[in-house]
């Protein structure tokens, strides 16, 4: 069976840092793009990163850029964040999710039950 | 940056059908995804490339995309069917997701 399961999120006060973690399973990891999309509380969804099968492509929404790092770890079949300077609208669910195909941009099949990350001092 | 809109809320009776519109400039251009995300959920691929199902999503659920729109329609709809609904799109080197729309199924 297919799956993902994120981890990491938690509480974080304004400016700090947190690294989310999501593990695959049951799918050949490394020859899929792999993203991280967002929901803040009643919210629509917001894209966030994708990060090609080899790791070295990577994507990013503007509100993100230059704060967030998206990378892989193949051999582990985990996809991370390192989310640092977080601002109290960083305060979202975010759920890890697979690409239908090896490249950027196809639709997403596959998502993880999200974690919850939390901005506020 | 490329924006989409999509109906605050829909509603339709019990059997009979919903169309979800998601507006974009030349839209009929792109590949248009739609999702299903009911409450404390994850989103759930629905439809992918304008038209196409997943395995294990019902015919009932059909998409068409055409010049600045993108329909979602769903046939005989079900109480089963009350969901946020998204559609989204890959423009350039991003990804974009519609505002968002309620189905209500009356």
């Known amino acids: 069976e297919v799956q993902l399961l994120e981890s990491g999120g938690g509480l974080v006060q304004p400016g700090g840092s947190l690294r989310l973690s999501c593990a695959a399973s049951?799918?050949?990891?490394?020859?899929?793009?792999m993203n991280w999309v967002r929901q803040a509380p009643g919210k629509g969804l917001e894209w966030v990163s994708t990060?090609?099968?080899?790791?070295?492509?990577?994507f990013y929404a503007d509100s993100v850029k230059g704060r967030f790092t998206i990378s892989r770890d193949n051999s582990k079949n985990t996809l991370y964040l390192q989310m640092n300077s977080l601002r109290a609208e960083d305060t979202a669910v975010y759920y890890c999710?697979?690409?239908?195909?090896?490249?950027?941009?196809?639709?997403?099949?596959?998502w993880g039950k999200g974690t919850t990350v939390t901005v506020s001092s | 940056s490329y924006e989409m809109t999509q109906p605050l809320s829909v509603s339709v009776a019990l059997g009979q059908t919903a169309r979800i519109t998601c507006g974009g400039n030349?839209?009929?251009?792109?590949?248009v995804h739609w999702y299903q995300q009911k409450p404390g959920q994850a989103p759930v691929l629905v439809i992918y490339?304008?038209?196409n199902r997943p395995s294990g999503i019902p015919e009932r659920f059909s998409g068409s995309n055409s010049g600045n729109t993108a329909t979602l329609t769903i046939s005989r709809a079900q109480a089963g069917d009350e969901a946020d609904y998204y559609c989204?799109?890959?423009?350039?080197?991003?990804?974009?997701f519609g505002t968002g729309t309620k189905v209500t199924v009356l």
């Open positions: 999710a697979k690409t239908c195909e090896t490249s950027p941009g196809f639709c997403m099949d596959v």
């Open positions: 049951g799918f050949t990891f490394s020859s899929y793009a």
């Open positions: 990060v090609s099968g080899s790791g070295g492509s990577t």
């Open positions: 030349n839209i009929g251009s792109k590949n």
């Open positions: 490339r304008d038209n």
């Open positions: 989204q799109v890959w423009d350039s080197t991003t990804y974009v």
